[in-house]
């Protein structure tokens, strides 16, 4: 039973660049959600995707989107890239919007 | 939104001690899970206790709803405990804590 996936694994771009990130859920989820953690601090959620559908988003600037596919594979899109967007972006998938989540082993972005 | 308190922000233990963490949050809640994040950055589920008493192994979570708690335990620990624990509660959305980090020196 695969769990959540994700890649790449590491990432490094320029200020100003954008950046598309990858999440396919656990086998049976049908949610995703996106989350941000920072160095040194707990994950900060984005946006959740169900049934193709933007649901619920967080304190995020317009620049990061995203995109939920009809297999519930999910992208996240961050443009014109700051340096502050560098971190560690986690994918989460659940069965349902209320349910436990389960975590991918994330994309470490570097903005330079 | 809600709010979420950790403590103790950080443990040291020698192995084969006792320990407990506590999650403190502001609001009732659908979701609490338990995560523990290794040196990679992955989460790794420990509970989903929204509510209760859970068991696994050597560790152990309770959740008292009404009062908006959660306590994790850990007994006989392990220098592969260490690490960083977060709690994370929500309706949709997780909101998580700042985490307590775990040494456990042999």
Request: net charge neutral.
């Amino acid at each position: 039973d695969a769990g959540v996936t994700q890649s790449p694994t590491h990432l490094i771009k320029t200020r100003g660049q954008q950046v598309t990130l990858r999440c396919s859920p656990k086998s049976g989820h049908d949610t995703v959600s996106w989350y941000q953690q920072a160095l040194g601090q707990g994950p900060q959620f984005i946006f959740q995707y169900y049934e193709e559908e933007e649901r619920q988003r967080g304190n995020f600037p317009d620049r990061f989107s995203g995109h939920q596919f009809p297999n519930y594979s999910s992208e996240l899109n961050v443009n014109a890239l700051l340096l502050g967007d560098s971190a560690l972006y986690l994918c989460a998938s659940s069965y349902g919007i209320n349910y436990e989540q389960y975590f991918g082993p994330g994309t470490r972005l570097t903005v330079t | 939104g809600i709010q979420v308190e950790q403590s103790p922000p950080d443990l040291i233990l020698q192995e084969g001690a006792n320990s407990t963490l506590r999650c403190n949050f502001s609001d009732s809640v659908n979701n609490l899970q338990w995560f523990h994040q290794n040196p990679w950055g992955q989460l790794i589920n420990l509970f989903y206790i929204p509510s209760g008493t859970k068991q696994n192994g050597r560790l152990s979570a309770t959740t008292v709803a009404t009062e908006r708690y959660s306590l994790l335990y850990i007994s006989s620990s392990q220098t592969t405990d260490s690490g960083v624990y977060f709690c994370a509660v929500g309706s949709e959305k997780l909101v998580f804590g700042k985490g307590m980090k775990l040494t456990v020196n042999p």
